[in-house]
């Protein structure tokens, strides 16, 4: 069953705390991307890879970091420094075409208490 | 620089109506255009894109879309609607010439609402 996998589907966050969010994919992609969702305001890049061992900064990188050690892999970390961070966090994946369709997973919610 | 606009946040029908969301879009090369479905609090999934050829592109679901250069526009359409197709629909562009990352430019999302 080939597909993107984010984990957990619900992650509750204390102010000051660093947490990782999880995407897994089997889809043999080699590029890779991070989205954050807000209310009104459609999806915005936080950061993409288009290959292992390397990623770039999206539109909206700041408080975020990435790793992207494995071609299946490439989790997300929501640091303290971002001071907004509650949202709905979208991973996708696709193939290195201009024509590739891009897929995502089920996505994170992410709430600060 | 590539951009794309969905100039209603709601669109209303009603079940049997056809539909149509609008998008409009802007590159500087070729456009390569998206539409993706949200449920509530779920992922995006794919309904349907423009790579070349035909203007009148089909996608799941009964979903289509129509493709105008002229206007700039890739409006989707369905002829009848369904309560179930209410949901969250964006359009999404990506520009031939754009440098790396095939990155997608995303709209801001419309509202459909079906109602009996």
């Known amino acids: ?113 | 620089a590539q951009s794309v606009a969905q100039p209603e946040d709601q669109v209303n029908v009603a079940e049997g109506n056809p539909l149509t969301v609008k998008c409009t879009y802007s590159v500087s090369g070729n456009p390569y255009l998206f539409w993706y479905v949200q449920y509530p609090n779920r992922g995006l999934q794919f309904l349907l894109k423009y790579i070349t050829g035909d203007n009148l592109v089909k996608g799941s679901y009964g979903f289509e879309a129509e493709f105008n250069k002229s206007q700039t526009s890739f409006h989707l359409k369905k002829p009848s609607a369904l309560v179930s197709d209410s949901a969250l629909y964006f359009c999404a562009v990506r520009d031939s010439i754009t440098g790396g990352g095939n990155k997608l430019t995303f709209g801001t999302g419309t509202q459909l609402k079906v109602e009996l």
């Open chain 1, 1 to 113: 069953d080939g597909g993107i996998t984010q984990s957990p589907k619900y992650l509750f966050r204390k102010e000051g705390q660093n947490v990782t969010l999880s995407c897994e994919q089997n889809l043999n992609h080699d590029a890779m991307y991070w989205y954050r969702q807000d209310p009104g305001q459609g999806l915005r890049l936080i950061y993409y890879s288009q290959i292992v061992n390397d990623f770039q900064k999206g539109d909206i990188a700041e408080g975020y970091s990435v790793s992207r050690e494995k071609k299946e892999s490439f989790p997300l970390t929501v640091t303290s420094a971002q001071k907004n961070p509650t949202a709905f966090y979208l991973c996708a994946s696709t193939g290195t075409g201009f024509t590739d369709t891009q897929y995502f997973g089920p996505g994170t919610r992410l709430t600060v208490l």
